[in-house]
């Protein structure tokens, strides 16, 4: 397809894709991109697209990584990325799963993680989730509220089980990240607030309290925190709010942050882990110290990839080049104005000269996935297009928007391609239906 009319902003200064935003086992074959052993544009072929490809052997390094700095008590938070597949490979490498709500904890254990791995989110759990997690007998219950409290007071009373839990310190330190993504701020829905003095009374009680069992805290600061600087500003808060209590463990949560750009740095799982053993260390902290990395292990692991349907040129205002997904399995760019590079992976290293905007097929004018995109002038109908980085938050996010089926998600190792996850069906659109009504 000949490209020449490309005017206005379609032209760029030209750039290539930077390796590093790749995952681990990757390899060029003839200008191929091969992940895992296997040849993208033969996974596209095989299983269709859009279609999520996870590089096996990064998650299970990641994982590894967390593991030797935080130690047995480190847990993957599963809502970066959940199937029974990933809580599976989690649990063989020795971590516990965080999960945040009935849903997650149901996937994790039908994948055989016993529940004394697991660790229980959400700022509002109903009755029936802490009952279903009292029941199962998770690890740790990480409570938010006041409310909460009470409902673990009532099911004690019911049942007469003792469940461990963390108390959610929210430490009022304001990382920098997206608005959205903020939840160690004061004004914040999770957790009891320190400033206020609600973390102290919410002790106080838990401690006094016969139905429940208090082994620490927890804190979390936000997500896609790319300055290890607001984490250290968070435990001297949360060690300073613990110290009186003489607790066992501290948990500073996740939202370590990934490059997705060309250009883009991250602290790794080691730094940022040294960084926050050295906070601890500073402040005098005792207690077990560990964390809940998500983003940081399945981020960059995965590659998602599209088929081009229609590529537009409007003279002198944008080209537009549109796939067969979009905002039903990326919703991040329309969330958070988040951005994705993408590449021809016939063709990884080639000169991206041309800037496009990648759209979805979703009746949203919204339905970006990146508004100023680099790909090589010679991008055409039919051609795959890959975009890196995609492995949290896209398939767990996604949605079936438009009743747009849920792509197929597989792993690849050592020249082999697992399906992990089936592409969804039109029938399974119909699964909750009620036609008798």
Not at 146 to 151: A, H, V, W, Y
Not at 210 to 237: C, K, M, Y
Request: hydrophobic fraction near 40%.
């Amino acid at each position: 397809m000949n490209n020449s009319a490309d005017t206005g902003t379609s032209k760029a200064t030209g750039s290539v894709l930077e390796r590093r935003l790749l995952p681990d086992n990757h390899e060029m074959s003839q200008g191929r991109l091969i992940i895992g052993g296997c040849d993208l544009l033969d996974l596209a072929h095989t299983y269709g697209t859009p279609l999520f490809v996870y590089d096996e052997q990064h998650l299970r390094s990641r994982c590894r990584e967390a593991l030797r700095v935080f130690g047995s008590g480190v847990a993957y938070a599963a809502k970066a990325f959940l199937c029974v597949a990933m809580a599976r490979l989690v649990h063989s490498e020795g971590l516990c799963l965080d999960v945040s709500t009935g849903g997650e904890m149901h996937v994790a254990l039908a994948a055989g993680v016993p529940a004394d791995r697991l660790v229980m989110h959400g700022n509002n759990k109903s009755m029936s989730e802490l009952r279903a997690a009292v029941d199962a007998g998770v690890g740790r219950i990480v409570v938010d509220s006041f409310d909460e409290l009470d409902r673990l007071d009532a099911l004690h009373a019911e049942t007469q089980r003792k469940p461990k839990v963390l108390l959610r310190f929210t430490p009022g330190v304001e990382a920098h990240t997206h608005e959205y993504l903020l939840t160690g701020a004061d004004d914040s829905k999770f957790g009891f607030t320190v400033s206020t003095g609600a973390a102290a009374a919410a002790m106080q009680r838990a401690r006094a309290s016969g139905s429940v069992e208090v082994a620490g805290v927890h804190s979390h600061i936000g997500s896609q925190v790319l300055d290890a600087s607001s984490f250290t500003r968070a435990v001297a808060v949360i060690a300073a709010a613990a110290e009186p209590f003489e607790v066992d463990e501290i948990s500073v949560g996740g939202g370590l942050g990934v490059p997705y750009l060309n250009g883009e740095t991250a602290p790794t799982i080691t730094e940022w882990g040294e960084a926050v053993h050295e906070a601890c260390r500073q402040a005098g902290v005792t207690a077990q110290v560990t964390a809940e990395p998500g983003r940081a292990i399945v981020a960059g692991a995965a590659v998602t990839l599209y088929t081009v349907g229609t590529i537009k040129t409007i003279e002198k205002v944008r080209k537009y080049v549109a796939v067969d997904g979009g905002m039903s399995d990326n919703p991040r760019p329309l969330l958070y104005g988040s951005g994705y590079e993408v590449f021809l992976p016939r063709c990884t290293d080639a000169l991206r000269d041309r800037v496009v905007t990648v759209v979805g097929k979703h009746c949203e004018s919204g339905d970006t996935l990146v508004r100023d995109a680099r790909v090589p002038s010679g991008i055409e109908v039919g051609d795959i297009l890959a975009s890196p980085v995609t492995g949290a938050y896209g398939h767990s996010m996604g949605s079936n928007y438009n009743k747009v089926l849920r792509p197929a998600v597989v792993f690849v190792k050592d020249g082999a391609a697992q399906l992990v996850v089936r592409r969804e069906t039109y029938e399974d659109l119909l699964a909750c239906e009620m036609f008798d009504t």
